[in-house]
């Protein structure tokens, strides 16, 4: 398996969704939560939707990362993704955050290997400048 | 019945072709042939058409399908929020709501697509939902975002790839009796099934919907002018679309879904609604046309509206249930999104309102009742519920 190539879209974000992206930049993977109650939300949005407070404190999912679930592409439905196939798209789980969950992908995993549940550690990719996108793989594999 | 009743009481459609198929007329022209052909098997004057219903972000806009089709005034103009497939049936619902609180009379639910045209289904696209959060991952287009849900349902209830498969071959079975549809003359087997090209697992090329190009439409009015048409009128005895209220994007989007519906088409509270407004259970229906982009999609859409239990799709479509002529409740009796045509879904209100009349390829003898669902995955997601006058 490998990274996915620099040419992938990677659409702008909405204005309320541009500071999850500052923060990855800064290599730091941040999750909105309410200043108010401390409900954890992702994707951002605008208010708290347990108390509708818009007060935000933004928190950092250094603990655990588990997978959700998981798939390989073997169809690239993108011009950009025809080199890159097979490829993992997962769903990791956060469970110390209100278990909010990303969708990212595993790297260095092999396909057989791979199981729900498994615990995964944040690896940062930058494929083209400006752009820094937080992927997984095996706890533990890191480097 | 009610005068106010909504009924539908015409149904047309155009040819029906692989996407890009279609190259001698635009989509607008499709929409404007099927909405005829549903006024003429009603015997409606189409100047009469007052009403326009669509959903998917469609294209075809009233205004000029009006005017060009000669109407005398137009007294609905309506669409559906959402991009995908989730509000076919809610189309119809919009229609109905219309014409039983007197704002139309004629109130028509049209889908047209000429992909060749206007590009696929779909695709790539940089506006769609929480699209900052999934497109650098690959995650471009449902197969992807969607795999993710079926895979965990495999992981939660034990489904397998076979009973993914039994779905499809269900319904490639039931299109080899409808000569409109794309699949008829190529008949599949398990193995057929099995060899198929993974496109992001465990979906398989044969656990996805067709491409097609071609065009449906439902007119519908109240009984008191339902019931000297042409053709029997078929009730709709509720319809609903929506979701949960914190499904957001769901799996067509972020993945955020709740926890204790993840695996789900989110639509079991919406179900609920829409049998107690029918005053039936799902217990009382004698067959089902569900939304089929993907099987394993299709089979969560079965749980949610009670054809079976939760997590029992797999179990159930494997033991032939949803198999004409013997199962308990055929399921998508003209071959649906996999086998018939990929209408987004309008064609399965097409052929519940077949088998409410007793002219559908694969008539359940007697059938009375019939669910109708659109699109497992987004939300607003929708349904009707369809019976006999
Ligand atoms: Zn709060």
Known sequence: MISLPADVPTPQADAWELEFWAHCAARRLMFQSCAACGRVRHPPMPFCPA???????????????????????HHPSHPSLVPAVPYIVAVVEFPALDHVRLLTNLVGVPADTVRIGMALSLVWEEPKRGVVLPRFTAAGDAS | MKGSQPCIVGIGQTRYTRWGGITDATELQLAGEAILNAAADAGVDPRKIDGFASFGDDRNEPALLAASLGVDEVR???????????????AVGLAAMAVETGQADFAVAFRSLAQGQTGRFGQYDPNWRHASFIHPFGAIAAPQLLALAVRRHMHDHGTTQEQLGHFALTCRAHAQRNPAAVMQGRALTMADYLASRPISDPLKLLDCCLESDGACAVLVTRWERARDLRRPAVPILSSAHGARGDWSSGPLGSHNQPADAYATTGARTLARDLYARAGILPSDLDVAQIYDNFTGMAMMAMEDFGLCDPGGSGPFVESGAAQWPHGALPVNTHGGCLS?????????????????????????????LCLV????????????????S
């Open chain 2, 76 to 90: 609905l103009s309506t669409m559906l929020w959402g991009g995908g497939g989730g509000g076919s049936c809610g």
């Open chain 1, 51 to 73: 108390c509708r407070s818009t007060e935000v404190r933004w928190r950092e999912a250094d603990g655990d990362a588990q997978l959700f679930t998981w798939t390989v592409v």
């Open chain 2, 340 to 368: 018939e045509a990929y209408i987004h879904g309008l064609n399965h209100v097409l052929e519940g309102v077949r088998q409410m009349r007793g002219d559908s390829t694969c008539q359940v003898a007697g059938a009375g």
């Open chain 2, 373 to 388: 669902t659109g699109g497992p995955g987004p939300s607003p997601i929708s349904a009707l519920i369809l019976g006999r």
